[in-house]
């Protein structure tokens, strides 16, 4: 076995087709050292014989001219037996001889930019155009024969195969080429993974019968949720689309948070609002004008549960907010940006995460949940509230910062977990109760926590994520001075809510949707 993992293969012929021609000129210097043969084809053919080194072009190696446009080149047996044959096999080497075929050791081909082509263009033709075939069938053959070739699938693993045929003298070793081969069949298969998904999205098809996910490594995190877990994140792009300018790692904790934090910031106005989350849940939301003062009642709401917290900010930081911010432990700050001051302000603590989120919003991609072998799928839920989605079922009307409040109120709701209810004034949470098998105990801490922080003259309204099922959670509200409810219809018992509202001069709106949160 030992001496199995130390077989060293020399490389005498390379096949490079690459769509990606930068750094390759140290390569093909390298190459050249040890005398390796060159094939080529197209544009890098071109590249190469301009970089001024050898090259054969892959039609003249295999007597066979380029067709369909350059959609046959490589697909050829004399480059895939050149490949795919096993160097001991004595059948293959026969069979290599009578066809006068010649062996191919190391394939280096990375693959038409198809993902990139998705992001600038929605010309169908222009897209499949743009699927590789022949380069995917080589580095899946180069991959399947590890034991005798090297495949190379990204200009990034070009410094590691040339330090390798230096200490190796213009050879590799297999624990090399088995490295490269999983690699190789991860770029195949993630390859594979985003032209399925584009047809699935062109043709409509959100639940195939075989769903294929992939990811770009962001970071490997320290820990998970707590230190005897493992952990990483993964994005669909190469990068989350928010950039950390400060503070220490962030970890798992911190991730699940700041995303908590990002999807309701972004579904507030434009360049409006602060969050403030903690343990993934809103511990208080404001969307007043002024950014100060937006922060300020938002940490009103429940400024105990925000320490330790995280805080988002839907508009550019100051310096007069950075001073504001200063004063309390955070564990994150998050904004669509950062004047020069505030930087300087908030980088006095070395340990706080600073995030800008300029670039971030919310896609139309699904959201996934997983327990073993199993994933649960669905669509965001980001649907954006108007007037006309809620229908008002009380004798008294709203009045319009009554409705406004509610509207509010309701859109932070469907971000609280499960049973959620949210109070409201002045564009301003007051009383947030979460995550409580009973609806009429999360009801009882939105009031308790209302109490203890707020002391309110104004009209408080109060949203519910789903239908009281009896009267007693909506009798606590009124009792305890709410004077506007929304909630989702569909009860058995919404007569009987509504008789409630009408006896007791509150004003109730039905929501046409429900929003869970789980």
Do not use: W
Request: glycine share 4%.
């Amino acid at each position: 076995m030992e001496i199995r993992k130390n077989m060293i293969k020399k490389i005498k012929t390379a096949l490079i087709s690459v769509s990606d021609k930068s750094n390759l000129k140290p390569l093909l210097q390298a190459l050249k050292k040890i005398n390796v043969k060159i094939i080529s084809s197209g544009g890098t053919f071109k590249e190469i014989k301009r970089l001024k080194f050898n090259c054969t072009e892959v039609s003249e190696f295999t007597g066979a001219n380029e067709i369909l446009n350059g959609r046959v080149k490589t697909l050829h047996p004399k480059i895939h037996a050149g490949i795919l044959n096993k160097r001991k096999n004595k059948i293959h080497q026969k069979e290599l001889r009578l066809n006068n075929y010649e062996n191919i050791d190391l394939v280096i081909v990375n693959f038409y930019p198809f993902e990139e082509i998705l992001k600038k263009t929605k010309n169908h033709k222009k897209i499949i155009e743009n699927i590789d075939i022949g380069g995917p069938s080589m580095v899946r053959s180069a991959a399947k024969n590890y034991n005798d070739v090297a495949v190379i699938v990204s200009n990034k693993q070009y410094s590691e195969l040339i330090n390798e045929l230096k200490k190796n003298k213009g050879g590799t070793s297999l624990k090399f080429r088995e490295e490269m081969s999983k690699l190789a069949f991860t770029e195949t298969s993630y390859y594979d993974s985003i032209i399925t998904n584009y047809f699935n999205k062109f043709t409509n098809s959100h639940f195939p019968e075989k769903k294929i996910i992939s990811g770009n490594l962001i970071e490997k995190l320290r820990y998970g949720e707590n230190p005897h877990q493992i952990s990483a994140i993964y994005s669909k792009d190469k990068n989350l689309k928010i950039k950390k300018i400060h503070g220490k790692q962030l970890s798992y904790n911190n991730y699940n948070d700041i995303l908590a934090a990002l999807i309701i910031s972004k579904s507030l106005p434009n360049n409006t609002g602060t969050v403030i989350v903690k343990h993934a849940n809103p511990c208080g939301v404001s969307i007043l004008k002024d950014n100060l003062d937006s922060y300020k009642s938002a940490l009103a709401c429940d400024p105990i549960s925000a320490f330790g917290g995280i805080v988002s900010c839907n508009f550019k930081i100051n310096q007069k907010l950075a001073l504001e911010l200063n004063k309390i432990f955070l564990e994150v700050i998050v904004a669509n940006g950062f004047d020069k001051n505030a930087l300087k302000i908030l980088k006095h603590k070395k340990n706080l995460r600073i995030i800008d989120a300029s670039d971030f919003s919310i896609n139309e991609n699904f959201k996934l949940n997983s327990i073993n072998d199993s994933i649960l799928i669905q669509s965001e839920d980001k649907k954006i509230f108007t007037k006309k989605d809620f229908k008002v079922v009380s004798k008294i009307k709203p009045n319009k910062d009554q409705l406004n409040n509610l509207i509010f109120a309701f859109n932070v709701c469907r971000y609280v977990k499960s049973n959620a209810i949210v109070l409201a004034a002045n564009k301003t949470t007051v009383g947030i109760g979460s995550g409580q098998p009973s609806r009429l105990d999360s009801c009882e801490i939105a009031m308790r926590k209302m109490k203890k922080f707020n002391n309110l003259k104004e009209d408080i309204v109060a949203a519910s994520d789903a239908f009281f099922p009896f009267i007693d959670g909506i009798e606590k509200l009124v009792q305890s001075g709410v004077t506007a409810v929304v909630q989702p219809a569909g009860s058995i018992r919404d007569k009987e809510i509504i008789k409630f509202a009408n006896d007791t001069n509150t004003v109730l709106i039905f929501s046409k949707t429900r929003h869970f949160r789980h």
